[in-house]
């Protein structure tokens, strides 16, 4: 007997129902309150719309990779599987499936950032152009 095949859409349902997910608002109180915000945006995103001050960027392929507390290639701040973990992307979608990869690896704490990037920008949240004088 075969399992019922599941659709990109019903797969991202089924994801966000074991997370809870932050708005921008509450990503950015979080980082202020210690969480780690991790933009998997790829690089022509970030050049084009800026980053996150202080988000630590982890393109979505090492996405695992960097954050497993236990890896050998694990990023300094991957320090425990106690993290609080905000996921940034540009839209929300892609940011859903890689925090329930991490939740998969152990960070109980990871999450999303609902309408990414372009949430936060639209909330006039903090944004650091590249190449711009800081």
Known sequence: MSERSLGIDELLE???EGLD????????EAAADGALLVDIRYA?????DGLIP???????NELEWRLDPLGSHRAPEATSHDLRVVVVC???YASS???ASLKQLGLHRATDLAGGF????AEGLPIRVPGAVA
């Open 14 to 16: 089924r994801v966000r």
């Open 97 to 99: 499936l890689a925090a």
């Open 54 to 60: 202080g988000a630590l960027v982890v393109e979505r």
């Open 90 to 92: 540009n839209e929300g």
């Open 118 to 121: 372009q949430a936060w920008r």
């Open 21 to 28: 997910r932050v708005g921008p608002r509450e990503a950015f």
């Open 44 to 48: 022509a995103l970030r050049n084009r």
